[in-house]
C-alpha cells in the first residue's frame, strides 16, 4: 500500500496545538481521515457510519474465507468490503450514498477499485468466492488464485450480464448465448427489479431447457431482497473444465 502522502503545512498546522487535550483530539481525527480517504478513495468523517461498518464487514465469515483463497494483503480487500457495504445501503435504498461514495472512489482511485466495489454490491462475492474455493480445492497454489482472481477484477464489466428493465428476454438469452461460446471460465448475470428479473429468469430457464449449458457450466442463483422487497438476482456461470 503507497504510503500516505500529507501536505505538511496542514500537518505542522494541526501540530502547533498538538499538546492541548482538545488539539490531540482534533489532530488524531485529521490524521485517521485523512488515512482512511487514501485507502478508500472517500473521508471517514463524512461517512463514519459507513466506516465503522467497513470495520465491522471485515471480520465477516465470507470475507475471511475470502483473504484465505488470495493474498491476504492484496489490494482489493479494502474495496471488497467497501462494496458489500454499498450493497446493504442500497438495500435500504440509499442511492444517494451509494452514488456519491461510487463516483468519490472513481475520481480518487480509479476503474479498477470501481470494478471491485461493483463485485461486492451486486452481491457476485459468493459466487467469485465459490469458484476460487474450487481452484483452492484443485490444488491450486494461492499465487494462482490471486492472479485468477485480478483477471476477474480487470475482466469484470466483460464477464457480466447486467439486465435491467428495459431489456427483454430475446435480448437477454442472445447476450448469455454469447458468454457460453466466448467460453470464459467465470461468468455473471446480475437483475434488479421486477421486470429485470423476469426477462433474466425466463431467458436462462429457456437456455438451460435448450441444453445450451450442458457439459459446459456449471450454474447458479443468488437472490436477495432489498429494503423494499425487491427481489435481485446474481446467477453464476463456472465453467465444467474438461
Known amino acids: 500500500m503507497p504510503e500516505l502522502e500529507l501536505d505538511v503545512n496542514k500537518v505542522l498546522a494541526h501540530f502547533i496545538d498538538i499538546k492541548s487535550k ?21 473521508p471517514a468523517s463524512e461517512f463514519r457510519i459507513i466506516a465503522i461498518e467497513i470495520g465491522k464487514i471485515g471480520k465477516r465469515v465470507l470475507f475471511k474465507q475470502l483473504k484465505d483463497c488470495i493474498d491476504k494483503n492484496h489490494w482489493s480487500l479494502n474495496f471488497i468490503k467497501v462494496g458489500i457495504c454499498i450493497s446493504e445501503l442500497s438495500d435500504k435504498g440509499e442511492r444517494d450514498k451509494v452514488t456519491s461514495i461510487r ?41 494462482s488464485i490471486t492472479k485468477e482472481f485480478e483477471r476477474i477484477i480487470e475482466e469484470w464489466e466483460k464477464i457480466t450480464v ?52 450442458q457439459s459446459k457450466y456449471i450454474w447458479d442463483t443468488w437472490p436477495r431482497f432489498d429494503s423494499v422487497g425487491t427481489k435481485i438476482y446474481m446467477w453464476t456461470f463456472d465453467a465444467i473444465k474438461a
Request: zero cysteines.
Open 22 to 42: 482538545d488539539g490531540k483530539a482534533n489532530f488524531l481525527k485529521w490524521w485517521n481521515d485523512n488515512k482512511f480517504k487514501k485507502e478508500f478513495g472517500f
Open 103 to 143: 463516483n468519490r472512489i472513481y475520481k480518487n482511485k480509479g476503474w479498477k477499485e470501481l470494478n471491485i466495489v461493483n463485485m461486492g454490491s451486486t452481491g457476485a462475492i459468493k459466487g467469485i468466492l465459490n469458484y476460487l474455493t474450487n481452484l483452492r480445492l484443485k490444488e491450486y497454489s494461492q499465487e
Open 162 to 213: 447486467f439486465v435491467s428493465n428495459e431489456s427483454n428476454k430475446d435480448e437477454v438469452k442472445l447476450r448469455v448465448k454469447e458468454k457460453v461460446v466466448a467460453n470464459p471460465p467465470l461468468f455473471f448475470v446480475f437483475s434488479y427489479g421486477s421486470e429485470a428479473n423476469h426477462h433474466a429468469y425466463y431467458a436462462i430457464a429457456e437456455l438451460n431447457i435448450e441444453q445450451i449449458f
